[in-house]
């Protein structure tokens, strides 16, 4: 058993920033990595960022690199999503993910635990 619930989904102006939590029950975050993903309306699931369990590396997306910091507080069982600068019509569920193997991952599929996502607008 496991779970994952997003908070922090806000109404945002173009070049503003937001931070993102993903708290994690029923598992360590130091032995799995956890991937954040983002869905706008109409588009497919792209994988955003992703931060491995054994080492804390980090992955980004090059659509977000040098905006966004993905980071974790292992005390707090929980993964975070700095997001600067963000876009116009950046708007997306933002949601987080478990990757059961061992490493990390960037794409959406062989997740085995998902939160229920979080909402996060840009606009002015």
């Known amino acids: 058993q496991g779970q994952l619930v997003e908070s922090g989904g806000d109404l945002v102006q173009p070049g503003g920033s937001l931070t993102l939590s993903c708290k994690a029950s029923?598992?360590?975050?130091?032995?799995?990595?956890i991937t954040w993903i983002r869905q706008a309306p109409g588009n497919d699931r792209e994988g955003v960022s992703c931060?491995?369990?054994?080492?804390?590396?980090?992955y980004y997306a090059d659509s977000v690199k040098g905006r966004f910091t993905i980071s974790r507080d292992n005390a707090k069982n929980t993964v975070y999503l700095q997001m600067n600068s963000l876009k116009p019509g950046g708007s997306a569920v933002y949601s987080c993910?478990?990757?059961?193997?061992?490493?990390?991952?960037?794409?959406?599929?062989?997740?085995?635990?998902w939160g229920k996502g979080t909402l996060v607008s840009v606009s002015s």
């Open positions: 931060i491995r369990g054994s080492d804390g590396s980090t």
């Open positions: 029923g598992f360590t975050l130091d032995d799995t990595a």
């Open positions: 993910a478990r990757y059961p193997l061992d490493g990390a991952s960037l794409s959406h599929y062989g997740m085995s635990h």
